[in-house]
Every structure is written in structure tokens, then in C-alpha cells.
């Protein structure tokens, strides 16, 4: 190993132990999203960089992966799943049924600095709904979050729900000439962050007055759901999300500007490390981005942390800790017995591998305990003769004799 | 739909069904390549310029995706499978079981010419074992290519097979100073696709006579495997590859000269577009990558021509012509009724849409013929006095009351 080339920063290799736990919580998420009847779409890892770019202005800029290619055209790795879905909703629209539900998970590329947990690829899981206002659609996005955090595992979940207009309606009067009622939101959004005080001053910094900073938390605090959010939280019980793990919180602001009706986060008790997902309604950002009239409601899953509550809280299944056996080769003359023993487990759907060499068998003993298998089959002359093998559990020790 | 940006040429969308047949035969893959003890790796997309070239020289050049990062990096876009993996053996060596056994299933990137079947971005699956010289590995490589080919349900695979050595064998004495013995690999390996003579003729013009051109043909042709190519052979019979499905094929060459020892094709009958994958051994391959000394063999699945024949053979299964149902809204009044109904079905396992606006039936129908639904459920206030709900079966037609 001379001359070891790294990684980037921001990227990352995946080991066996980790890719498995990975696909096994991607697994969950997925089959829940077409249960739920979300349709998989992909698009192309590289766009025009125009496409890319969608409507995110100079901030994205330095955020962007682009570059140009051999044929000198401007293009730009995925940065979000938002932007393409409006395009191929576009370019795909009358082989598409409308109301269009989909869900896509691509990985997605940020220049953005490399710091804890955060990354410059990583894999993002998306559902929405295109083409209904109803809160049918809004309740379908929220029932499926929660379906698929249970089928993850997760015993107790905790759904914040709030609803913009709400915000809008109670904010708006404490707008003034220096301080719109979008900068005011983004202030009160970090209320679940930091102290009541230091919101406020804030605010006051921004040019709202003390009490007016006050009168305006407590009048958030105070809000009551729009009938809008109040049919969607009824058709949540319908949906079978259970009553305690779903609440109106007019608190919760979301920091994206192109909401215009329901927004929520999803939150694990226990886990700090903050919301593991959240979405809403943006009614107007698929017409700004390709011209369609089209009103949308979705979320986006933080696939990062999503996993890692799951480590945490100890989800993951790993089959290979289960059901999972390495057939050794006894020596040079016994190969072909172990072959075929393979076969047969195979066959019975076990998880087997032949060790593909001859070797000691302490040495292949060692090899199925570092890879994690959970037993090992040896087929030795008397075994043979027998039509037998021994089946060694390595997590018990436990030796067992079994007819082929 | 004033202005459609459309994606960049070689790159490709998805539409749901495309992407679920996709879907489906990924899983037989994967499956497949779990249960004979592969594991999942993943690289970044992204690396250093100077790992992602590797050893491939200047036609490579043009054919990476390389740019400057916003660091100034030389960074580029993932090429192949195999190079990115050395690097990972060579940086998580400790953490790694040897004879180390690993899958991926990435995308790749290719600045080529697009072209009928030939894309920019693709989908590679590859499995290889990494640290064993036995003609074991080989034999796993290859039986375990077959056995996902028969999970993806094909009724008839053809395995070529061949060694390196038997070309080189046979083929060495025909080399001379104009024309050496990979050369003459590289106009053997056109006898599947070209008549003798033409084939003749090139070895003419590389600078053999008429007569040597001939003699290495026919040598080539009556070649016997080598003791090492009999091994592997016998053990696939062991392994339970049916005995019609592989054959010793000394005239398969495979272009790439990096192949030391054993490599094959899979070819499908009936499907005419070319093999589907292909593979071998490459002993020497990682120490010129990472100076680590790693024995290899393995095989690459073109995804995309697999799918292709997949499709031809009428292979895929989509479960949601078999086993979803649309909900539909039956009016504003008994839209939790429809909710309750989904809940229901969703428990039981069903893929289940509820439709997610108030609309009327006959375009709720529309939308589930059209999204490729089996059934729809109706509930209307008849059906919620009974308890009831009516399913129709849209590929029959066929209506039936079902107690909820």
C-alpha cells in the first residue's frame, strides 16, 4: 500500500456493515411509499446546469456542482429532487395520471463545507403529490412520513404540524416597513432552539419594537388551526396515524420560503440531533419553475439521520447475523462435496457462501467470525461417508450434525 | 409549458414503469448476489481525478467526466466499478474479510458518443472476489451469474467460457515481431461476428502470412481447456449450473487486456443484441492500481441489455397490475369513510392510493386505468350503511361487494 489515494472531503466509502444497514432502512422507507401508491421516477445524475439551477438564484450558486463538458455545454450534477421532478413533469406530462404521486431517492451533490453530518453527496427520499389542493393529498403525504418511520421500527414518533397561513395570519400585523413578515418567521422558527429572550432580541434587531417582539410570539403561540389544517389533522385518525404522535404546532416555521399552506416536521424522542425529515405545500414553485400551473405537497426524508436514529433505537435487522452460513472446504479431495452442500442451502434459501480456496480450517473459522456469518458447515471424509454435515453455530457454539 | 429544458443527450428518465421493471430486475440481481455471501459496498460519484483515471491512459481521457471543484480540486466523475474498489481495499484493508467477496451496483459515467443502447450514465452490477487464485472463486463468480440470471426467470442462458492461457497457448507460436499474441486475441475474438476469411484477412494485414493466419484459427479451434479451466468446469456441475447452459468456448477472447486466467460470456438465445455480461480473472490488475497484491476474478452485468432481453422475454413482474387498488372519494361527505377504507387495506398488505381530491368517479376511474391500477373501492353512503364497499376489477371488469 504505497500511496494511498483518500476519499474527498464530504464523501464516503460504505462499508458492508453500514451499505446493509443502509439498505435495509431504504427498504423499509421504499416499500411503504408504494404501498401508499407513490410511483418511483429517476432522473439523470447531470443536467443543463440551467435546469439545475431552477429558480435557486446566487446562494446555490456556490453551492452547485458544475462544470462543462466535453462538448462545452454548461451542466451541473443534481442538487436537489425538487427541481428535476419539475422538468420531467414537463418533458413527460401527457404520459403521466394526474393527481401525479411519486417518489424518487437519488443521491444529490452540494459544494457545501464538509462538517459533522453533513455531507456533499448524499442520498435524499422524496415523496409528493402533484395536482390537488385537497387536504386529502396533504393528509396522504403525512400518513405515508409516519407509516414509514413505523415500518422502520420507530416506537414513538412525534409529527409537529402547522399550516403558513397560520403563521401569515397571526404575524402579519406586526410587519413593518424593516421587517417583513417572511423575516419574522425565520426568527420565530428558532424559538425551539433558543431562549424566548434571545428570539426577541432578534426581532428588536431587525426593527420590531420589545413589546411588539413580545405581543407577536405570544400571539403565535396562541394561534388555532386553519379549517384547512383542522381537515387534515381529522383525516389523520381516519389514516390510522395515532392521536399522541401527531400535534398542531403554530411554532414550527420551516425555513424554505416556498411554502404557502401546510408544513411539518418529523421528530424521534430520544434523538437529538434534530428533525429527521419535514415538508409542507408549495403551491406555486413547480408554475415558477416550468411554467405549469401545478399545486404540490410532499416531503423530503433526511435518509442521514432518519439512519442514524435507527442505530440508535438498535432497528436494523441484519439477515447476515441470522441466516447466514459459510460452507468450509475439509481439503483439495472434498471440494466438489462442498460445492454441492452449498447448492443445497442454497437452494433452502440460505444466505451461503463456498469459501473459495482451500485452506486451514481455523483460518476459514476466523473468516466466517470477522465477516459476521452465524454458522459454518464443515463436510469432512466421515461426514461424507455419512451423507451428513456439522453445522457449527458461532454465536452459541453450539455443534449439530444434519442430514444432506 | 412555455419553455422545456429536455435532458442532456445520453442521459435518461425514468417513467414509473420503466423504473419499477428496472426495480425488479435489480432485486433478482441483488437477491441473488446476497445469498451466495456477496456484500454491498458504495464509492462516492465523486473522487480524486487521479483515482477515478487509474491505469487507463489517454483513451480513458476523454471518456471521464473531469472537472475543477470549487477547492480547485482535480476531481471526477465514477468511470468503472473496479478502480474505485481497489482504492477501497487498499483504504479499509484491516476492516475487511479476505477472500474478500463484495457486490455494487452504481452508475457509472461515460463522456462517449451517445448511441443506440449506449448512454452517459448507466447502471453497472458487478461482483468479484478479491484474494483467492483457487479455481473455486472462478466457479462461484460464474455459478453465481448464472443463478441470477435464473431468478430474473430466463428459461435458457448460454455461458462461454474460456482461459487465457489456452489463447496464449495456442496463439503464442503464431506471434512475430509484427504482430504480437494479443493482437491476434483482439482479431480472433471478431470470429463470432465475422466470416473467417474477413477475419483472416485482418491477421494479414497485422503482418501474418496467409497460411500462419489460417493454422492459428484452426489452432485455436481444436484447443482443450487448460487443467485449471477443467477444474472450474467440473465445479460448476457440483455448483448446479445445468450441464446444457455452459460450454468451453476457446474462441471467446474478451477485449479488455487485463484478463489473466479464466473469462466468459453470457449470451441469452433468441435475444440478438450481444452478450449480457461478461467477466474473468485479473490477478494483476489491483497491485497496478493500489500496490496491494490481490488475486481477482469477477463479472460486470450489463444492467441495461439484461432488462432489454428481460423485456423481450416477457419477464417482468409489476405487482401493481396485480395487487392495488385506487380508493376513490365519493363525495365531500364521506371522505374519512374512504380514508378509514385505506387505512384497512393498506394493514392488509394491499398497494393502496386514496385518491387525493374530491372528483368525479368516472375520472377517478380514468386515473386508475390509467396509472395501471387493478382494482378501484367504492364507498358511497349505501355501502357505509351496510358496512361495505364495492370493488371493481378493472381488468375484468367484474364488480363485488367486500364487508370491511
Redesign the interface.
Known amino acids: ?8 472531503k464530504g ?6 456493515k453500514e ?2 444497514a ?2 435495509f432502512v431504504m427498504g423499509k422507507i421504499t416499500n411503504t411509499f ?4 407513490f ?10 446546469r ?2 439545475i439551477m431552477g429558480k435557486y438564484g446566487d446562494e446555490a450558486d ?1 453551492l452547485v ?1 458544475s ?4 462538448g462545452k ?1 454548461a ?1 451541473a ?1 443534481r442538487y436537489d429532487q425538487t427541481v428535476p421532478t419539475a ?2 413533469i ?4 401527457n ?5 401525479f ?2 417518489y424518487q431517492n437519488q ?1 444529490v ?1 452540494r ?1 457545501d463545507k464538509p462538517q459533522k453530518g453533513r455531507y ?2 448524499f442520498t435524499q427520499c422524496d415523496i409528493d ?1 402533484f395536482g ?3 387536504p ?2 396533504d ?2 403525504i403525512i ?1 405515508c412520513t409516519y ?1 414509514a418511520y413505523k415500518a422502520i421500527g420507530f416506537k414513538q414518533i412525534k409529527m409537529v404540524i402547522n399550516d403558513r397561513q397560520v403563521l401569515m395570519g397571526a404575524l402579519q400585523p406586526f410587519a413593518n416597513s424593516s421587517v417583513n413578515v417572511f423575516s419574522i418567521i425565520q426568527s420565530i422558527d428558532k424559538l425551539d432552539k433558543l431562549p424566548v429572550a434571545e428570539v426577541i432580541g432578534e426581532l428588536v434587531r431587525k426593527g420590531m419594537g420589545n413589546g411588539e417582539a413580545g405581543q407577536a410570539i405570544e400571539a403565535i403561540q396562541k394561534a388555532k388551526p386553519s379549517e384547512n389544517l383542522q381537515k387534515i389533522l ?2 389523520l385518525s ?3 396515524v395515532a392521536r399522541d404522535e401527531f400535534r398542531f404546532d403554530p411554532l414550527i416555521a420551516r425555513g424554505l420560503d416556498y411554502y404557502t399552506g401546510m408544513i411539518f416536521e418529523i421528530r424521534i424522542p430520544g434523538f437529538t440531533a434534530g428533525s429527521v425529515g419535514g415538508g409542507g405545500r408549495y403551491d406555486n414553485l413547480i408554475e415558477q419553475l ?3 400551473k401545478m399545486p404540490a405537497v410532499g416531503v423530503a426524508f433526511g435518509f442521514d439521520r432518519t439512519l442514524e436514529a435507527a442505530v440508535q433505537f438498535n432497528l436494523i435487522e441484519d ?2 447475523q441470522s441466516d ?1 452460513i ?1 460452507v468450509t ?1 475439509f481439503d483439495e479431495s472434498l ?2 462435496e462442498s ?2 452442500l ?2 443445497k442451502l ?2 433452502d ?10 485452506d486451514k480450517l481455523v483460518k476459514q473459522f476466523k ?1 466466517a467470525d ?2 459476521g456469518f452465524r454458522y459454518c458447515a464443515i463436510i469432512g471424509p466421515d461426514e461424507v461417508k455419512k451423507g451428513i454435515y456439522l453445522r457449527k453455530d458461532l454465536q452459541t457454539g453450539e455443534q449439530k450434525t444434519i442430514g444432506i
Open positions: 500500500m504505497s500511496n494511498q489515494p483518500q476519499v474527498l464523501f464516503r466509502d460504505f462499508l458492508p451499505k446493509r443502509r439498505d408504494k404501498k401508499f401508491g410511483e418511483p421516477i429517476e432522473t439523470p445524475t447531470i443536467e443543463y440551467e435546469t456556490k456542482y462544470f462543462e463538458d466535453n455545454r451542466v450534477l422538468r420531467f414537463a418533458n413527460h406530462f404520459d403521466l395520471a394526474f393527481p404521486r411519486r443521491n451533490f459544494a456533499r453527496e403529490i390537488s389542493t385537497d386529502l393529498a393528509a396522504e400518513a407509516a381529522d383525516l381516519s389514516l390510522g416550468c411554467g405549469l439477515k447476515v447466514s459459510l472446504v471440494v466438489s460445492a454441492v452449498a447448492a442454497r437452494k434459501g440460505m444466505i451461503c457462501e463456498l469459501y473459495p480456496k482451500v473468516y470477522k465477516k
